[in-house]
C-alpha cells in the first residue's frame, strides 16, 4: 500500500490547529463517551468498544467525544482500523447543540448513544458513515453515506474502498474537509465524496463545532493519530 505525507488532501496554505496521537489514556482525557463503552490502548492506540452485548440494539452503541470545538472551516485526519465486524463506525463533525448552544450544555437533554439522539434531537452535525458493515445489505454493497441533522438527511454518497477486517493489514486514512459550504471525504488519498450544501434544502450551513466517534456494537475498532487543519 503506498503511504502518502500526512497533510496529503488538505488544502494549500492550511495550518495544524489539533493534533492527538490517541496512543494512551492521558490523550483522552476532558474527552466524553455517551453510551457504555470501553477504551483501551493494547497497541498504543485508542481500541473503542461496547460493553453491551449487540442484542440490546442501539441501546448498545456509543460516541466518544472530542472536547475541543473546531472552526467552521477544517480538515480532520485520522487512522482507522476495524478489528471485529459486524458494526458501523461514523464520524460526527461541526456538532452542535440546537438553538446555538454548546453540545454539552447542561440544559440539553442527557444522550445515550443512540442514534435517534443525534439525528433527531437537540443537536445538528454532519455526520459520516464511512464503515457500514453492520446489515446484509451494507455487508453486501459497501458505501459510504454523508448525512446532515437536524434530520436523517442523506446528501451524498460514495464507493467504500475498505476490505473487510479479515484483508485488513493496517490502519487506513480518513480525511474530512469541510470549506466553505463543501465537504469532501476520502480514505488512504482516494476521493470517495463531494458535496456543497446550499443553506437551505436541509437548514443552514453548519459552523463551528465538535467532532465524534460513534460505533454501533459489536464492532471494536482502533483511532489513532488524530489531526485538524484550518486556514
Not at 497533510?7 to 482525557?29: C, F, K, M
Request: aromatic content about 12%; overall charge negative; hydrophobic content about 40%.
Amino acid at each position: 500500500m503506498i503511504t502518502q505525507q500526512a497533510d496529503a488532501g488538505v488544502p494549500e496554505g492550511w495550518r495544524e490547529i489539533y493534533h492527538n496521537t490517541l496512543e494512551g489514556s492521558a490523550q483522552v482525557e476532558g474527552f466524553r463517551m455517551e453510551g457504555d463503552g470501553a477504551v483501551t490502548f493494547p497497541q498504543g492506540r485508542l481500541r473503542l468498544e461496547s460493553t453491551r452485548g449487540a442484542e440490546e440494539g442501539q441501546k448498545a452503541n456509543v460516541v466518544f467525544w472530542c472536547p475541543e470545538v473546531f472552526p467552521a472551516e477544517l480538515a480532520v485526519s485520522w487512522r482507522f482500523r476495524p478489528l471485529r465486524e459486524p458494526g458501523l463506525a461514523i464520524l460526527f463533525f461541526a456538532a452542535a447543540g440546537a438553538g446555538g448552544k454548546d453540545l454539552f450544555d447542561p440544559s440539553l437533554p442527557v444522550r445515550t448513544g443512540e442514534y435517534d439522539q443525534y439525528h433527531h434531537g437537540e443537536m445538528d452535525a454532519y455526520h459520516i458513515s464511512y464503515f457500514r458493515r453492520m446489515w446484509e445489505e451494507e455487508r453486501a454493497f459497501h458505501t459510504c453515506n454523508l448525512r446532515k441533522s437536524y434530520g436523517f438527511h442523506l446528501v451524498a454518497q460514495g464507493a467504500d474502498p475498505l476490505p473487510d477486517t479479515a484483508d485488513m493489514t493496517e490502519a487506513y486514512r480518513m480525511l474530512v474537509v469541510k470549506r466553505g459550504a463543501a465537504v469532501t471525504f476520502s480514505i488512504n488519498e482516494l476521493p470517495v465524496l463531494h458535496w456543497v450544501d446550499d443553506g437551505s434544502s436541509f437548514g443552514p450551513l453548519l459552523g463551528a463545532g465538535r467532532l465524534g466517534f460513534r460505533q454501533m456494537a459489536p464492532l471494536i475498532a482502533e483511532y489513532s493519530d488524530l489531526i485538524v487543519y484550518a486556514p
